[in-house]
């Protein structure tokens, strides 16, 4: 069954480095998507990417969050200087077609900002 | 305000006991209503979709139904391998097809 991939599955940084999450969206879809999960908390929608550009941010997703599709599979999150408050589960995602389509989920990347 | 919450919180049921998980909207059209079964430390597995009032799936012992302000997954005679957190997630009409809206979940413990 295809599958959304994560790397790395866990990630421990230093507040003010960079890191970059990378994802391997299932192979026919189009629209691709990243969440995070504060502990305990909810799901939050961080950004959308279609044709090679973004569809939609959130408020979370600023000027030290950036994303980019660097060949025909991968598709990445880099955090420019990581703060405390970045302390997440980072989920990927993809769908195949705008509108309803199911949202498929990977494994997660949980980044530890110390 | 788009928004969506859950309830319960936790619910723990005995292996065989039937329930309900709660799961009520306010959003401005709704596109789509989701349910999503999530592992601890692992990302959420995508259940159904519902997208009108009046609308049920089922799949195994699970079963999702939605009216026009909630929706209900009802478990039937479940087993201790249904011990999991279920999130409902919406996307609204409006403001692009993009995003998900996800509630708190619930942590279902299903005790052989």
């Known amino acids: 069954e295809p599958e959304v991939t994560q790397t790395p599955s866990h990630q421990v940084t230093q507040m003010g480095q960079e890191v970059i999450l990378r994802c391997v969206p299932i192979?026919?879809?189009?629209?691709f998507y990243w969440y995070r999960q504060i502990l305990g908390q909810k799901v939050e929608f961080l950004v959308s990417f279609y044709n090679n550009e973004i569809s939609e941010k959130s408020e979370i997703f600023d000027d030290q969050f950036s994303v980019e599709r660097p060949d025909g599979s991968n598709f990445t999150l880099k955090i420019r200087s990581t703060k405390l408050e970045d302390s997440a589960m980072y989920f990927c995602?993809?769908?195949?077609?705008?509108?309803?389509?199911?949202?498929?989920f990977g494994e997660g990347s949980r980044l530890t900002v110390l | 305000e788009d928004q969506v919450t859950q309830s319960p919180e936790a619910l723990r049921l005995q292996e065989g006991e039937s329930s309900s998980l709660n799961c009520s909207y306010t959003?401005?059209?709704?596109?789509?209503l989701f349910w999503y079964r999530q592992d601890p430390g692992k990302g959420p597995e995508f259940l159904f979709t519902l997208y009108s009032a009046g609308e049920e799936k089922e799949k195994e012992r699970l079963k999702a139904t939605l009216t026009k302000k909630e929706s209900f997954l009802h478990i039937t005679a479940p087993k201790p391998e249904d011990s999991a957190t279920y999130l409902c997630?919406?996307?609204?009409?409006?403001?692009?097809?993009?995003?998900?809206?996800f509630g708190a979940g619930t942590r279902l413990a299903v005790h052989p």
């Open positions: 995602a993809s769908r195949d077609r705008m509108g309803t389509g199911e949202l498929f």
């Open positions: 959003v401005s059209g709704l596109r789509g």
């Open positions: 192979s026919n879809h189009l629209y």
């Open positions: 997630a919406v996307q609204a009409a409006t403001g692009g097809y993009n995003k998900l809206i």
